[in-house]
């Protein structure tokens, strides 16, 4: 997960929490997110670099749909980054004041 930007994490994050997304999908979610327009210049290479780091799957849903998966190692690697942000802001989640 070092190596990626911050949009391939939010790539894997929103993968995660949609049942097999196709590409607009992915796109709808993001541009609420960003509150700004995702180009599919920016969207599809970067979910194909996912895939070449096997991070996420990438299937066929009909001819012109791919739909997208999160691979045993992308869900490892998200959660290893969890942990990671855990140790960091947990106390801010929960609501504790920062000493």
Known sequence: MHDLTGFQRDLLYVIAGLDEPHGLAIKEELED??????????LYPNLDT????????KGQRDRRTNYYT?????RRELEARREWEDQYVSD???GATPA
């Open 50 to 57: 996912l895939v070449e780091k096997g991070l996420i799957d």
């Open 92 to 94: 801010l989640i929960e």
């Open 33 to 42: 997110y960003y509150e700004s327009e995702i180009h599919h210049g920016r």
């Open 70 to 74: 999160l691979t045993r190692r992308g």
